[in-house]
T-cell receptor, first 112, second 114 residues
Framework: RKEVEQDPGPFNVPEGATVAFNCTYSNSASQSFFWYRQDCRKEPKLLMSVYSSGNEDGRFTAQLNRASQYISLLIRDSKLSDSATYLCVVNPTNTGFQKLVFGTGTRLLVSP | NAGVMQNPRHLVRRRGQEARLRCSPMKGHSHVYWYRQLPEEGLKFMVYLQKENIIDESGMPKERFSAEFPKEGPSILRIQQVVRGDSAAYFC????????????FGDGTRLSIL
């Protein structure tokens, strides 16, 4: 079983749609969770950290379910510019040592 | 630009040559991480360094790869006697070191082996 698993997609949605991605992780001791976005052949860019209570940043909402070991990302009112690969990222330790584990990403395509 | 700086952006080497990739962390960060992304794959951790120390190199191939982060200057990822399979994007990230702090990535170096 992979440490971090994501549906690779692609998710094809029209502009304005709401889309949700899920991610599961295998290490129950994992402490920190993030969503990154990666455009084609570019560097990963932090989208948002994921907190136990859930958090929202504009059109983006992240949720963490520790009991089921999954993380979700909800994007409302999709824009063309949201087209990218979304990476679920887990830090399996609770120390300053951040050996991040990346999922392979979920590809989103937003069409006009 | 106070972000993570990597150079070169693109590097072409012939089999058997050496590749040196450089990374300057974000201002105020002293923790550097190197990742490799093979085509159509996710990022894989290679090594974690602090100034003058290698903290964890469990993701580094046992041979030909080495990394350093000297007291002065950028972090260097060095690949000796490159082979075709080393072709990949190599990303450097930095952080302030707290467990819940995200890492910020540089633009990456695309290494192509002829």
């Amino acid at each position: 079983r992979k440490e971090v698993e994501q549906d690779p997609g692609p998710f094809n949605v029209p502009e304005g749609a709401t889309v949700a991605f899920n991610c599961t992780y295998s290490n129950s001791a994992s402490q920190s969770f993030f969503w990154y976005r990666q455009d084609c052949r570019k560097e990963p860019k932090l989208l948002m950290s994921v907190y136990s209570s859930g958090n929202e940043d504009g059109r983006f909402t992240a949720q963490l379910n520790r009991a089921s070991q999954y993380i979700s990302l909800l994007i409302r009112d999709s824009k063309l510019s949201d087209s990218a690969t979304y990476l679920c990222v887990v830090n399996p330790t609770n120390t300053g040592f951040q050996k991040l584990v990346f999922g392979t990403g979920t590809r989103l395509l937003v069409s006009p | 630009n106070a972000g993570v700086m990597q150079n070169p952006r693109h590097l072409v080497r012939r089999r058997g040559q050496e590749a040196r990739l450089r990374c300057s962390p974000m201002k105020g960060h002293s923790h550097v991480y190197w990742y490799r992304q093979l085509p159509e794959e996710g990022l894989k951790f290679m090594v974690y360094l602090q100034k003058e120390n290698i903290i964890d190199e469990s993701g580094m191939p046992k041979e030909r790869f080495s990394a350093e982060f000297p007291k002065e200057g950028p972090s260097i990822l060095r690949i000796q006697q490159v082979v075709r399979g080393d072709s990949a994007a190599y990303f450097c990230a930095s952080s302030g070191g707290q467990a819940n702090q995200p890492q910020h990535f540089g633009d990456g170096t695309r290494l192509s082996i002829l």
